[in-house]
């Protein structure tokens, strides 16, 4: 096939693949993605990171625009994931890399996941390499987004290859994030970090103050998904130290699935709490919104109210679904509070508490049970619910 390399610099090329078609990104509806790679052409020419199997062709030929592959004399694994390493045994018996180099826990996960024969040269902190007249220094970022994972950074350039960090899924035939939309960029930014980063914000927060001390003068922030960050380099990085650590504000998420109305009414009326409060609700019905939305406006609410009729002794499937995703993204910081109606069985409320307090959540009440159809009694329980909600969230705020 014939694809085109892209100029990041004056020898940096982006040479990585577009996936117009991803929808689906373990649980995260996504709008496509980009599987970034990057090829630096100095004294000694650097492969950053490979992209998954399928698309080796679309990379290599990408590669093929510029140099010859077989010209890479170094391969930097930054990180072991398979959207970014799935093509790299095949690729590394095309190219015939004089090295290939990964973190100490990328030496063990690389072998573990493709027996890999070739050897591999493990760098940690600090370390550097010299590609004659340039220098590549490491980084290491454990748990962002694996064990494995490191950054990369050409000195001379302030470039920081950021692997999975400040990236976000979007296909687009744009590269730079000053030819994109701020209003989408900011979007799928936060919809990548919910979805990707959040569960490791406390090292998220280290990892900042870390890059703080380094000092590193950037001129670019590569990252493994989305457009190379060029323009909004401070902003993306202000972004990850606020949603890293989140504050209650007064939005706040009413998530909820109903199976005659019973519950969405009940939605209505702490919506109505809400407001009257000074709260400011947000509906969101599972079925309507996908969960990967839902846990992206998480990220700057004060409270997540969750609602479900009892279904078989249990809750709807939907909601048991979202609690058990959002239990993995270890979302913390919002006021939780249950509501749900009934026919012969009060248990939806008792165990949505009961997952809601298993996550850490601070919960606001007993939450209101309706059973079938909410009367005026239970709907002013609900009201009730919002405002007092509301409440302590505008004492906090
Ligand atoms: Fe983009 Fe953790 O892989």
């Keep these: 096939m014939k694809a085109q390399a892209i100029k990041i610099n004056e020898r940096v090329y982006w040479v990585g693949a ?59 694994s930054d990180h072991a994931e398979m ?13 015939k890399p004089e090295k290939v180099i990964a973190s100490k826990e990328g030496e063990k996960a690389l072998r573990e996941h493709f027996g890999l024969q070739h050897e591999i040269t493990a760098v940690g902190e600090g370390d550097k390499i010299s590609l004659g007249s340039a220098t590549i220094s490491f980084i290491e970022t454990k748990m962002i987004h694996w064990p494995d994972s490191m950054f990369s950074y050409l000195v001379e350039d302030g470039v920081l290859f950021s692997n999975d960090a400040f990236g976000m899924h979007l296909a687009s035939s744009e590269r730079f994030d000053d030819e994109i939309d701020r209003g989408i960029l900011d979007y799928e930014a936060a919809k990548y970090y919910a979805n990707i980063i959040m569960p490791f914000a406390n090292l998220v927060t280290k ?31 202000k972004q990850y130290s606020d949603w890293a650590e989140p504050k209650r504000t007064l939005k706040s998420l009413i998530v909820y699935d109903t199976m005659w109305h019973s519950t969405e009414k009940m939605a209505g009326a702490i919506a109505e709490g809400l407001l009257a409060g000074g709260a400011k609700p947000k509906i969101m019905p599972l079925g309507v919104f996908h969960d990967s939305d839902i846990v992206t406006e998480l990220l700057d609410s ?3 109210i969750v609602g479900s009729p009892t279904f078989n002794s249990g809750l709807l499937p939907p909601v048991a679904g979202f609690l058990s995703y959002i239990k993995g993204l270890k979302v913390r910081h919002a006021l939780g509070a249950a509501f749900g109606s009934y026919g012969w069985n009060p248990g939806s409320v008792k165990l ?22 909410p009367d005026q009694q239970a709907l002013d329980q609900c009201f009730k619910l919002g405002a007092e909600v509301a409440d302590k969230l505008k004492k906090e705020s």
Aim: charged share 25%.
């Design 207 to 237: 990892l900042l103050t870390k890059l703080d001390g380094l000092n590193l003068r950037l001129n670019l922030i590569a990252p493994d998904h989305g457009p190379v960050w060029r323009r909004d380099i401070e902003r993306i990085m």
């Design 352 to 373: 949505i508490n009961e997952t809601l307090t298993s996550m850490r959540i601070e919960i606001a009440g007993e939450g209101v049970s309706a059973k079938y159809v």
């Design 18 to 76: 577009i996936d117009w078609g991803l929808k689906e990104f373990h649980g995260y509806q996504t709008r496509g993605t980009t599987y970034n790679a990057f090829l630096i052409l100095a004294d000694k020419v650097a492969l950053i990171d490979t992209v998954k199997a399928e698309f080796k062709n679309e990379m290599l030929a990408r590669i093929t625009s510029v140099i010859e592959p077989e010209k890479i004399d170094y391969i930097i």
């Design 302 to 304: 004060g409270a997540l």
């Design 83 to 95: 959207d970014h390493t799935g093509c790299l045994p095949e690729v590394i018996d095309v190219v």
